[in-house]
């Protein structure tokens, strides 16, 4: 059966995420929570369908969402999401330690 995982990082990036929209929009936020399910379930079925980002990481890949980027590796079984991130961050520096 396939699945989505959720690291320690991508978790607390969402905490964030939702933090930021609980002060601004909840109805944005709920939107974004929704769309983020909707995008980890079709990297499931297309697991190959995010952008390589191979240059930072080898088996490292990503979809856009909202200015946001979801960072995440195929697994055997599924998909782990990695980061969960703006797209105006600098990359390369949030994998450094994970290397």
Request: glycine fraction near 6%; aromatic fraction near 14%; include cysteine.
């Amino acid at each position: 059966m396939s699945r989505y995982v959720i690291n320690i990082l991508a978790s607390r990036d969402l905490d964030e995420i939702a933090d930021y929209f609980a002060e601004n929009s909840l109805e944005a936020g709920e939107r974004f929570f929704r769309d983020f399910a909707r995008k980890c379930q079709q990297l499931v079925t297309f697991p190959n369908s995010g952008k390589s980002y191979a240059e930072i990481r080898p088996d490292l890949r990503g979809l856009s969402l909202e200015g946001y980027i979801i960072f995440y590796r195929v697994l055997d079984d599924g998909i782990e999401i990695l980061r969960v991130v703006s797209g105006r961050r600098n990359f390369p520096s949030l994998f450094e330690e994970s290397n």
